[in-house]
């Protein structure tokens, strides 16, 4: 049973562009939200993460955007940089908001052209 | 470098043998946890160890598969009478104990031939 789903599978962004990715999810015992970003032949590393007492969290260039009731969360990756490509997981957990037992989305490559 | 650490990165080996990896968490951190990752899906959590003990395992942990956490320091993951479904990436991450961030190591990949 696929707790996290995540979409899209890829994305494709122009540089400068905005990269958007969702995730849904189906627990609501669920109680912390990351967002893990993975180079290829690393592994995951933490890039934001959100709770769901707030609607918005923004670090940087990186925007969470949650709805409690619709069990929907999404990254915005605003003036996208060929750099930030890589494969971004979303990912909830259930354990007072810690970062134990993550259950993970199936991941979105993200290529930024040129 | 004071990250996750995994050994080996990379293991071959073929189908019934058996195999161990070693994880050594970053030092101060009380929980350690081992994931799956397979090609083009995200981790996915096996169990985890609090200190020495270990708390949960995922029913994906068949019986094949055993971990340790001797004295809560390193761990070690072994998967005996390996099978070609065990080919996958075996991620090792560790947090503080109400830690909101998992450090992932690199990760050891498996191939069973």
């Known amino acids: 049973q696929q707790q996290v789903k995540q979409s899209p599978q890829s994305l494709i962004v122009q540089k400068g562009g905005i990269s958007i990715i969702n995730c849904a999810y189906e627990?609501?015992?669920?109680?912390?939200f990351p967002w893990y970003q993975q180079f290829p032949g690393k592994g995951p590393a933490l890039l934001i993460a959100?709770?769901?007492?707030?609607s918005e969290k923004k670090e940087g260039r990186f925007t969470i955007s949650f709805n409690k009731s619709a069990k929907q969360f999404s990254l915005h990756i605003m003036d996208s940089q060929p750099g930030d490509s890589a494969t971004y997981f979303c990912?909830?957990?259930?354990?007072?908001?810690?970062?134990?037992?993550?259950?993970f989305g199936t991941g979105t490559r993200l290529q930024v052209t040129l | 470098d004071t990250g996750v650490s995994q050994n080996p990165r990379h293991k071959i080996t073929k189908r019934g043998q058996n195999v161990t990896f070693r994880c050594d968490p970053i030092?101060?951190?009380?929980?350690l946890y081992w994931y799956r990752q397979t090609l083009g899906q995200g981790p996915e959590f096996l169990t985890y160890?609090?200190?020495?003990?270990?708390?949960?395992k995922s029913r994906l942990l068949s019986d094949r598969f055993s971990a340790e956490r001797p004295k809560g320091s390193f761990s070690t993951l072994e998967i005996q009478r390996t099978e070609q479904g065990d080919s996958a990436m075996y991620l090792c991450?560790?947090?503080?104990?109400?830690?909101?961030?998992?450090?992932f190591g690199q990760g050891t990949r498996l191939t069973v031939v």
């Open positions: 030092s101060e951190h009380n929980r």
């Open positions: 990912a909830a957990s259930a354990r007072g908001g810690t970062a134990s037992k993550l259950t």
């Open positions: 160890f609090q200190n020495e003990a270990q708390l949960e």
């Open positions: 959100i709770r769901p007492d707030v």
């Open positions: 991450a560790s947090s503080l104990l109400r830690g909101v961030e998992a450090f």
């Open positions: 627990n609501t015992a669920f109680d912390y």
